[in-house]
C-alpha cells in the first residue's frame, strides 16, 4: 500500500510499504477513507518528537473495517467508524475510569536502563514515535487498529467523513483546552 512515512526530521516521504495484517484478535484493518494533518505531527517532522525507525504518520483518521480479528465483537466488514488517536485497553484502572488516554496497558515499550520514560507515559497513540508506543498511523491506505472494540465510533451514515473526522483529536483536544482555561479564569 501506499503510506506517509517519516524517515528522519524534514524527510517525510510517500512511500510504498507492507500491507497491515491483523496480529492480535482484538485488532481490525481499516481502509482509511479520511484522514488529517495535525500540528502535533510538525513536531516529529521538525525532530523534537525523536524517532529512530521509519514510522508511518498519522492520527486522525477514519474509514471502513476491512478485516476483523477473531475476538472483535463490536465491529464487522464494512462498518465506517471514525477512531480517536489514544489506543487504548478498556480494561485498566485508567480505562475504567473515563481516562484512556492514559491507559496503562497499550504503550508497553520500555526505553532508559530503568525503564525511566514509563513513569510519565501516557496511553500509545497512532503514528506518534516509539515514545507513544511505536503503532503505525493512518495517513496510509490502511491501518491495524488495536482493541478495536474499545475507542472506533460506527458513523451514522448520513454524516459525512468532514463532519466527524475531527473527533477523532482536534475537536475534543480543543474543548478540553477551553475547560482547562476557563476552569483558570481565563478566556
Ligand atoms: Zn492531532
Ligand atoms: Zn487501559
Redesign the pocket.
Known sequence: MKAVVFHKPGDIRYDTVEDPRIELATDVILKVTSTAICGSDLHILSGGVPQTEPMIMGHEFMGIVEEVGSEVKNLKKGDRVVVPFPI?????????HQA?P?????NYKHYGPNGDMMDQKG?ALFGYTDLYGGYSGGQAEYVRVPYADISPRVVPENMSDEQVLFLTDIFPTGGLRLIGLSLKGEK
Not at 487504548?88 to 475504567?96: A, P
Not at 492514559?102 to 497499550?106: A, D, F, G
Open positions: 487504548s485497553c478498556g480494561q485498566c484502572f485508567f480505562c475504567q484512556s492514559s491507559c496503562e496497558n497499550s496511553a
